[in-house]
């Protein structure tokens, strides 16, 4: 029987009624050297490639094997082409990276960061810039036939800013940050027209986080590095991006429903992520988008952890969009090892999505078929990620503010969550480069803006549509009961204060 072809993500956002960006987060070790399983053929004289490792923030170094462009792509790279039309550096961009902790070839041999040691030591290197793995990214992009869009990641995170910011007085850490926007915005001006600029700025309560930039140059920090970026390069799209500011309640007293539809998860820190961007909007700074991370835990609870509801994300995304901005979900993953194995009845609230098996029979990893021996039978950890990352996308996709979506990576094999959570398989490709459910939860989402699609339509169909204005449909069910766990019955009130993102540290550190 004749095959019949698939439709690729890209091919699919190609169909969407209005420009629509599919990307992912990059990275060069697996895309520029062939993995232990890659299909390829070797001289007698070669050795066989290795296994690469969780390449998360490794770079192509100049001893590894193949570290050249390959004649014929890596797996990872015809992955990337065939499924994406825009990618994003995931690491290799960020300040750290690029002048401390992985410069490329100038590097002097046997240099370490150990100041004593080295014959640069790290407050020399300010200022010399080896752009040579990410120009290697952003120039495969472009040599691409079409070529592929790049965002650019990211111009102002404490968190990847050069530790010894800290012993410079603030003249010249204004200097530094100043030169390092014109630097890197100028190095790629004409072939890197979206950047993230600044990301994170906003702790857990909203307010901003006193991180070096603030404690040194003020608050204005955040306004001052739009206004670098974009005299840099006036043509450049420039976005504020943030974590765990994805959702938003109805903020309605009045409102008769559950007390959830008033207040999302974080809603706290969603209310900072548009007071701040309204702030900008108001002053004239050049800012032309938002971004909203979705790094998303299925098993979370609490009011930090808690996966926001399609009618929360649509809210948010529509307000932001009354201001003018445009709207993308910038590094969209779905963990899900925290919600308990076993099996869920998918007949209610859910769908019987077993045509897509048809087109992944190979895939083996982690029991990701949707329905297991029965249709109305599904694996909750496959469902609740698939529903994730299906509705949540749907239900952005409706808004006219919202334009694009970046996944943090693509291939279970190479994502960030291994290294800085714990084990887990969040992404919509399997280690092997299966398509698992949660792609065709993707495709689903795109499809609702093609010809034949219904706008909004969620897991469920008609049933479901409620679920773009609130949270509990007409029997009382609410989104994501499937899978969705209860609120613990001990007191969480000790874990919530000791977040500590005012301080400056990052979400992976946070309790959980």
């Known amino acids: 029987m004749t095959k019949t072809p698939t439709t690729t993500l890209k091919e699919t956002a190609a ?239 009045d409102d008769d429903g559950d007390d959830d539809e008033k207040e999302a998860p974080n809603q706290a820190k969603s209310d900072g992520f548009y007071a701040l961007l309204k702030s900008l909007v108001d002053k004239g700074v050049p800012i032309h988008g938002a971004g909203m991370q979705a790094h998303f835990n299925a098993g979370g609870v609490g009011k930090r952890q808690r996966c926001p509801t399609p009618a929360m994300v649509k809210r948010q995304i529509r307000r932001i969009g009354d201001l003018g901005l445009m709207v993308n979900i910038s590094e969209m993953d779905v963990r899900v090892s925290t919600l308990p194995k076993g099996s869920v009845d998918v007949s209610y609230g859910g769908e019987n999505d077993s045509n897509n098996n048809n087109n992944n029979n190979n895939n083996n990893s982690n029991n990701n078929n949707i329905n297991d021996n029965n249709d109305n039978i599904g694996n909750v950890r496959t469902v609740a990620q698939t529903q994730i990352y299906r509705d949540i996308l749907s239900a952005a996709l409706s808004e006219p503010a919202f334009h694009g979506i970046w996944l943090w990576g693509f291939t279970d094999r190479h994502t960030w969550v291994k290294n800085f959570y714990y084990d887990d398989s969040p992404l919509i490709f399997d280690e092997q480069y299966n398509k698992k459910p949660s792609y065709y939860g993707v495709k689903k989402a795109l499809e609702t803006l093609c010809p034949g699609g219904t706008m909004g339509e969620l897991t469920g169909g008609k049933k479901a549509s409620c679920y773009l204005e609130k949270n509990v449909d007409d029997e009382g069910m609410k989104w994501g009961h499937l899978w969705m766990l209860p609120e613990p019955e001990e007191e969480r009130a000790a874990i919530e204060t000791t977040d500590t993102t005012k301080d400056g540290n990052p979400d992976w550190l946070q309790p959980s």
Not at 15 to 24: E, H, M, R, S, T
Request: net charge negative.
């Open 15 to 253: 169909k969407c009624c209005k420009k629509v960006y599919i990307g992912a987060a990059v990275l060069p070790k697996p895309l520029f050297i062939y993995d232990h399983d890659d299909a390829i053929e070797t001289q007698p004289d070669e050795d066989p490639p290795q296994k690469i490792n969780c390449a998360t923030v490794h770079p192509v170094e100049a001893g590894d094997p193949h570290h050249s462009t390959p004649a014929e792509p890596t797996r990872y790279a015809r992955t990337l082409l065939s499924e994406f039309n825009s990618l994003v550096v995931e690491h290799h961009l960020k300040w750290t990276p690029l002048v401390h902790s992985l410069p490329g070839p100038f590097h002097p041999e046997g240099a370490t960061s150990d100041a004593a040691a080295d014959p640069f030591p790290p407050p020399a290197r300010l200022g010399k810039y080896d752009f040579h793995h990410v120009d290697a990214l952003v120039d495969w992009a472009l040599l691409q036939t079409p070529p592929m869009h790049v965002k650019g990641h990211v111009l102002v995170w404490h968190v990847t800013s050069p530790p010894f910011l800290e012993d410079l007085p603030p003249e010249r850490v204004r200097s530094h940050l100043k030169r390092h926007v014109f630097t890197t915005v100028g190095h790629f001006r004409g072939r890197i027209r979206m950047w993230d600029v600044v990301n994170e700025a906003l702790a857990s309560d909203g307010t901003l986080v006193e991180n070096v930039f603030y404690r040194k140059l003020g608050p204005g920090y955040v306004e001052e590095c739009f206004r670098w970026a974009h005299e840099a390069d006036p043509e450049a799209f420039l976005i504020y991006n943030d974590n765990k500011v994805e959702g938003c309640g109805t903020n309605d007293d």
